[in-house]
Structure formats: C-alpha cells, structure tokens
C-alpha cells in the first residue's frame, strides 16, 4: 500500500532540512569546553537525529518520524584531568534522551514517544591513561564495540551494515500475506558488540596496531545475567593521501544454562585521496547466523557549506532465525554536510529479501529521511 502523504511530502521535507542546514548557526562546540581552572577541563556535547523512515512488508507500508536508531539522540560530558609523567584520568557520562526511536516501530503498534529507561544509559566510564596504554572501567564500549563497522563512507545515519536500526521491529510478511514472527531486525542483524559494564584495556599504538581486551556483563537490563568477553586487534594508519582503517575482533557470551555465544567479527576500509572510498565487513556467529558485507562510497566537495557523500551497499547473510535461511540487502543513500559536519542532511534507500528453505516472504523496502545536528 502506497503512502502518498509520504510521496507528497517528502520532496517538501528534504528542502526544508537544506534551509535548515544552510541557515543554521556554526556548532559552539568550543564554547561547550570549559577550563576549571586547575589543569582539567568539562566538555559537554550531544546531537539530535529526527527521521522521517517509510517501511513497506510487501503489501503494507507505514511512514513515521522518530529518533534514529542508528545513532540515538543523546547528551554528555567528558571530564579530563592531566597529571604528571604523561598520566591523564577521564569521566565520561552519556545518555540518550529516550525518544522514541525508528528501531521500536512496527506495522501496527504506537510506542511512547518519550521513554527514558535505564537502559537509556550509553557511559558512565572512569578511564585512566599512561604511556602504557588506557584502562576503563565502567559502562562503556565494550574492546570489539564498532569492529565490523570501520568506513569512510559518509552516510552512516542511512546507510550502514548495522541494518536492523532503521525499521528492525517491522515483521517479515509471508508470500500468503500472513505476517511472519520474524522481524527485520531479528533476520538482517549486523552482530557488532554494544557496551556493557566492563574493565577494558588498550595498548599504545605500535605501528598502525592497537590491542584491546574486555571483560564485563549487562548492567543495565533487569534480570540479565549475561556475561562478555572480547578482543580486537585495531589497524589505523595512512599512506600519503591513503587512509586505512579495519579490525578483527572476537566475543564470547555467557548465559546460564545455554551454549556460550561465540562470534568472529571483522572489517576494513579504504579511502583514497579522490574522495573514494570501500569497505568490507564479515561476522560469523558458532551455530548461528553469518554475513558478509561491502560498501563503495565517494566524498566530494562541490560547494563550501561542507561535504557531499555518497554510497552503495550490500549484505549477504544467511542462517537467520532458522537453518538455511537467506538474507539479502542493498541500500544506496546520500548525506548533505554543512558547516564542517556540524549539520547533515541525509537519504537513503533499501531493499530487503529474506527467505526460508520451507517458507517464502515478500521483498521489503524502506526509504529514510532524516538531519542531525550536532552540539
């Protein structure tokens, strides 16, 4: 079913995120950072990431406009204190502002439009840094948090292997109309780690090459009892106008009376001095789902209000929710910056395909609109 308000509006809604855009005030993001007078200084930061997204099953659709779930709207500071013999400790604290987010939508429900949770805690970190490296301890990225997501590309908030942020609570519909228990989320899942409370450490940089190593447990999700382990080994380094980033992590998780969860994660990413860029990405899950993935991006700078990012992707999973199932994607989108990243404005376009050995589903698709701004 065709959403014609959307159709009518949208061309509407993009130019007014432009003006929005091009209109607004430079970020303080400077004048956010203050020096206590002491050594130390409090930076306090945020963004704000309202989306229009439209989802059709196949023979529904629904447009709703919510925060994005691929990077929620959030608020928080970070203190630092140096001290002596190159020794620095820092405090982090973030939330997200609990808005109702793209990810909690489905083909039917009306989910609160505000509902801060403790889960709507993102850090509440204490780290200590050295010429040895940085210890955390607290809330926070967990040491394989974002390895399959390493990229140049400059669509993110649309395009990203992450796919289960934009519209991953709608329900797959079966090819006999009824709708599926599975949803989009649960059967296009990018498998990355999340944060936790854990004790991390990272080594210095040695030659382009990072270690991490964490341990921790949910914290915050009532009643869990699931314990994590992981590790990565970070690559970051540039060659003349070629910057070069990528990771290969490992997790384990622990939940009484199941199999410990184990999963191998990786990415890299390429950017050339023109402005083009490719990355790759791949997740294996023992006796549980996969996926491979790559995008092929260009950042350009046609006019002096900031840059212009383009980009292609693909997704190809399989063994989702059941044995032998397949799960394809590809997305295109494009993002508007302004005022050196400051502001964006960005679009994006997927299209889904999920089918199981025993049961044939509808193609979805799903078209997202969205800015965010940056304090």
Do not use: C
Not at 101 to 113: C, H, I
Not at 137 to 143: E, L, R, T, V
Not at 331 to 354: K, L, N, S
């Amino acid at each position: 079913m065709t959403s014609s308000l959307f159709a009518n509006s949208l061309p509407r809604a993009a130019a007014a995120l432009i003006v929005i855009g091009a209109a607004a005030p430079a970020s303080a993001q400077n004048d956010l950072t203050y020096d206590t007078g002491d050594g130390s200084s409090i930076e306090f930061y945020g963004h704000f990431s309202p989306t229009w997204v439209r989802t059709d099953d196949g023979q529904v659709s629904r447009t709703v406009f919510a925060d994005n779930d691929a990077s929620p709207s959030r608020i928080g500071l970070r203190y630092h204190l140096p001290f002596s013999d190159g020794l620095s400790f820092g405090v982090r604290l973030e939330t997200g502002l609990g808005l109702v987010s793209t990810s909690e939508y489905d083909q039917f429900n009306d989910p609160k439009k505000l509902d801060w949770q403790r889960t709507s805690i993102r850090w509440a970190d204490l780290s200590l840094k050295g010429p040895w490296g940085r210890v955390y301890a607290g809330q926070g990225s967990m040491a394989a948090d974002g390895v399959t997501e390493y990229n140049f590309e400059g669509v993110q908030m649309a395009i990203l292997n992450e796919l289960q942020d934009e519209d991953g609570g709608y329900l797959l519909r079966q090819a006999n109309g009824a709708l599926g228990s599975a949803t989009l989320g649960q059967s296009f899942n990018g498998l990355d780690p999340t944060r936790r409370g854990r004790i991390r450490y990272d080594t210095p940089f040695f030659r382009g090459f990072q270690f991490r190593i964490a341990t921790g447990k949910d914290i915050l999700t009532p009643g869990s009892e699931d314990k994590f382990s992981d590790a990565q080994i970070h690559y970051k380094q540039t060659f003349g106008q070629t910057k070069i980033t990528g990771g290969v992590g490992y997790e384990v998780r622990q939940r009484p009376g199941t199999p410990d969860r184990k999963r191998l994660l990786s990415s890299v990413a390429v950017e050339f001095g023109n402005g083009v860029n490719f990355a790759v990405a791949s997740s294996r899950q023992t006796d549980g789902p996969r996926y491979d993935y790559a995008s092929l991006g260009y950042n350009a700078h046609f006019w002096s209000v900031g840059q212009t990012s383009f980009v292609v992707d693909y997704f190809d999973g399989e063994d989702y929710n059941v044995s032998g199932s397949t799960s394809q994607s590809w997305g295109i989108g494009a993002a508007q910056y302004f005022h050196d990243g400051d502001f964006q404005v960005y679009f994006g376009y997927r299209r889904y395909d999920y089918q199981e050995i025993q049961t044939a589903f509808y193609e979805a698709e799903s078209w997202t609109l969205g800015g965010r701004w940056n304090f």
